[in-house]
């Protein structure tokens, strides 16, 4: 099955000084991205450190971007701006493996 990866970073809603797990709606979002997860849709994401703003990782496997997006657009952090998302991006795993 395809893999794709996606870099997302703080929306206009995002209260700057904010930790993550304190932004508005953090629960939902968490359930949502846990239930991705469940699917097996996600395969590994987290934040990326190093960044004045925040930004995530997510390794993704679908059949396809079509879909994918979709399913990523129903993010509560993406519908309510605390969350941007990047390009969804086709990618090739070279070195290790994946679950």
Known sequence: MPLFVQINEQGPR????????????WAEHAAF??????????????PLR????HR?????RAESAEALNRRLEQDPWMRSGVLAAGKLEPWE???GTLP
């Open 14 to 25: 995002w209260i700057e000084g904010r930790p993550m797990r304190e932004q508005a709606g």
């Open 33 to 46: 991205m846990n239930a991705l997860e469940a699917d097996r849709l996600v395969v590994l994401g987290g």
């Open 50 to 53: 190093g960044s004045p703003r």
């Open 56 to 60: 995530a990782m997510l390794v993704l």
């Open 93 to 95: 795993l070279l070195l």
